[in-house]
Nanobody
Framework: QAQPVESGGGSVQAGGSLRLSCAAS????????MAWFRQSPGQEREGVAA????????YFADSVKGRFTMSQDHRKLEVYLQMNSLKPEDTAVYYC??????????????????WGQGTQVTVSS
């Protein structure tokens, strides 16, 4: 089964912005949850944000609320993570993940079955 594919990572100074894109693996509008996780060296993979593709409901970790947003483009089968006011502690490899269901599950890695390869985000102080 095809994997989600991320793009848009890079390096930015603190306070800057980046937008990550994820091309989903053949989802239908009504029954997928698309999420972003991140992992920095020596740390566990952390759920950052999610969007339920059926109705656009979004979820965010407390650490990124007010700074990150998610959106989707049904025609392109893509979701986006807009990251503003970036901090050095946001530095990590960001992964797109996908699962089917009637709503988004909790942001635990074990709840998502399809994973992208990851894209590096580096925020310098």
């Amino acid at each position: 089964q095809a994997q989600p594919v991320e793009s848009g990572g890079g390096s930015v100074q603190a306070g800057g912005s980046l937008r990550l894109s994820c091309a989903a693996s053949g989802y239908t509008v009504s029954n997928n949850c698309m999420a972003w996780f991140r992992q920095s060296p020596g740390q566990e993979r952390e759920g950052v944000a999610a969007i339920y593709t059926g109705d656009g409901t979004t979820y965010f970790a407390d650490s990124v609320k007010g700074r990150f947003t998610m959106s989707q483009d049904h025609r392109k089968l893509e979701v986006y993570l807009q990251m503003n006011s970036l901090k050095p502690e946001d530095t990590a490899v960001y992964y797109c993940a996908q699962t089917r269901g009637r709503r988004c599950p909790s942001l635990a890695p074990s709840n998502f079955g399809l994973w992208g390869q990851g894209t590096q985000v580096t925020v310098s102080s």
